[in-house]
């Protein structure tokens, strides 16, 4: 894949499948599709077909002001049938990612203590969750 851009909401997008590259920068959609643009400029893919997944309506707007000469095209039905047929490697991912983003949480939250911020939780909680993804 070109990029794929994670935030705590497990927002991502992707152009060419078959060039591996994760980006793990961004916390909200916002700064990842601003992340994802400034990656695809780089690249000089600024008039590119960009294949996306259903965006919030924020990141769907800023990859257009960004990107103004690119298309955005949803991908939506040919990578659910790509990602019907998992390997076994994939399969395990699957398995272990989740369970380690709940302990990475639950060990967030014994750490957080009554007066913090959210601030001071999401600074917690990130070197965790990053380690939790494969």
Do not use: K
Not at 24 to 33: K, Q
Not at 82 to 108: F, K, Q, S, Y
């Amino acid at each position: 894949m070109l990029g794929g851009y994670r935030c705590c909401c497990c927002f991502f997008f992707f152009a060419h499948p078959w060039v591996p590259h994760i980006r793990n920068v961004a916390w909200t959609a916002r700064d990842a599709a601003s992340d994802a643009a400034g990656h695809l400029r780089a690249l000089g893919l600024t008039a590119a077909t960009i294949g996306v997944e259903p965006l919030p309506i924020e990141a769907a707007d800023i990859l257009r002001s960004e990107l103004p000469a690119a298309t955005l095209v949803d991908v939506t039905e040919p990578l659910e049938e790509m990602r019907a047929i998992e390997r076994e490697d994939e399969l395990d991912a699957m398995r272990e990612g989740p369970e380690a983003v709940v302990e990475a949480m639950l060990a967030t939250f014994e750490a957080s203590r009554f007066g913090g911020t959210e601030r001071e939780i999401v600074e917690r909680l990130r070197p965790a969750a990053d380690a939790a993804w494969p």
